[in-house]
């Protein structure tokens, strides 16, 4: 498998800047905080190198917790859902499978199937960030709120960045 290393880094580098820079800084309705860093992990190709999949995790999450001061919740939270992502993407396999280097996108797996892809793996994701982050079974509800708020919003954030910034295959043949 030829892995662009370029790219992986404008794009790992990309999201790292959009996440600590701007959408940090954002707390919508004192409960959400979108996320959209965990995209680079979950459109990378299908089959990925695990152990290259686990590593870039680590290597973003890691980079996001220096500039955040989170004391590693986003490298654990990340790496966690670099892990679970091949189980996820077996369940959810098309009767034909995935294309060798099949990236996951809203345009080739269709607007529904990437939505639930998303949407599963962000609530994982999320809850497992905001179970680090708050750290007590007294406050499940808080927990849940919060992952649930920041889930919408990351979940939207995603799909917009998936249909601006990603090629459509039909169009791009036009």
Known sequence: ????????????????????LVL???????????????????????????????LLAF???????????????????????AFIRPVILTIMSPKEGYDPGEKPSFYRQGPVWFSVYIALTLFIHHLIFYILEIFS?????YIIERTLAS???SFLLILLIEVIFFINPKRARL
């Open 1 to 20: 498998m030829k892995i662009n290393v370029l790219r992986l880094s404008f794009q790992l580098l990309s999201l790292v800047f959009l996440q600590v």
């Open 24 to 54: 940090n800084k954002i707390l919508l309705f004192g409960y959400a905080t979108p996320m959209v860093y965990p995209l680079f992990i979950l459109s990378l190709p299908v089959n990925m190198p695990r152990w290259f999949e686990l």
């Open 59 to 81: 290597f973003m999450g890691l980079l996001i917790d220096l500039f955040s001061n989170t004391g590693g919740m986003h490298a654990f939270s990340l790496v966690l859902l």
């Open 137 to 141: 079974i007294s406050y499940t509800s």
């Open 151 to 153: 889930l919408t919003f």
